[in-house]
């Protein structure tokens, strides 16, 4: 059992006062059979009355709502965290899902929906031309092929942190032979559902107690990685940027379909072209 206390801060600065739209917060740490939230709670400067729900994912949904203006917006979570996956996980697939290609139950289909359906253009065949490259043989291990496909990620790409917004598409990160971990991600979602996987995109935290892993700088970092639906398993990670499998480092705190419905604070406000000083988000795990 690894206990992990988790702050995430993120602070606005304006020049002048501005009025403060909703915002809204996706900060609450998910719970499974092997990751429990202790406790969790967020703070706001100025104050203010979040309102919970939650979205069709089951992900935990804060706004945010403003009275009066400020110059200054910090928003803080923390989180304590009891983790007990295994750093070496064993996976019970279904027999019949053992190898690939392989058929989910009429049941599985409907309910995976749009997580098997792609999401970018591919009009030469590119990326599938991509992916079909890590099959060498019909039938082939399923698990061993979806390890091949992360791995070849990192192996063809390079890592780089890019603090700007948005994500590249996927053949993006494959023309320019780089990303950051959100696109890697996307990346592997996609080739998944070129074969017919359900997939989908988790964003949570990357625990990094012994600095060994590429996507934070200390003990910690927000942090982008995969999931893929396997009978018997259930969701399986995947995670492209470390080349692992499991989440035996991983904290998530949303799984959505497309990377666009992940951003951890969204919101606006109004006073001004020019009046955002900065944005800066720091996150301390110990």
Not at 21 to 41: C, K, N, Q, Y
Not at 166 to 189: I, K, M, Y
Request: hydrophobic share 40%; proline share 5%.
């Amino acid at each position: 059992m690894l206990s992990v206390d988790l702050v995430h801060s993120t602070i606005y600065r304006y020049h002048w006062p501005v009025l403060l739209g909703p915002h809204r917060l996706m900060l609450r740490p998910r719970e499974a059979r092997d990751t429990r939230l202790v406790s969790f709670e967020v703070t706001m400067s100025p104050e203010t009355e979040l309102v919970w729900t939650h979205d069709v994912a089951g992900n935990a949904i804060a706004t945010a709502n403003f009275k009066d203006k400020t110059d200054y917006l910090k928003i803080e979570s923390r989180s304590k965290i009891e983790m007990a996956a295994s750093q070496w996980p064993v996976f019970t697939i279904s027999a019949a899902a053992c190898t690939f290609p392989f058929s989910y139950s009429d049941d599985e289909w409907i309910d995976l929906g749009a997580l098997t359906a792609q999401h970018y253009p591919d009009p030469t065949g590119r990326l599938s031309d991509w992916v079909n490259g890590f099959i060498f043989s019909s039938p082939t291990d399923t698990l061993s092929l979806l390890k091949d496909i992360s791995f070849g990620i990192s192996q063809r790409t390079n890592y780089r942190r890019r603090e700007s917004e948005g994500t590249q598409t996927p053949l993006e990160t494959l023309d320019n032979q780089e990303g950051s971990c959100r696109d890697f991600a996307v990346l592997f979602v996609a080739a998944a559902r070129c074969l017919g996987f359900g997939a989908r995109i988790v964003s949570g935290y990357l625990v990094n107690t012994d600095s060994s892993l590429r996507g934070s700088d200390g003990s910690g970092s927000t942090h982008a990685w995969a999931e893929v639906f396997l009978p018997g398993a259930g969701w399986v990670a995947f995670d492209p940027t470390n080349r692992s499998v499991g989440s035996g480092n991983l904290i998530s705190v949303a799984v959505v379909r497309e990377m666009t419905q992940a951003v951890p604070v969204a919101g606006e406000f109004t006073g001004g072209r020019g009046a955002l000083i900065d944005m800066n988000v720091a996150v301390f795990i110990t």
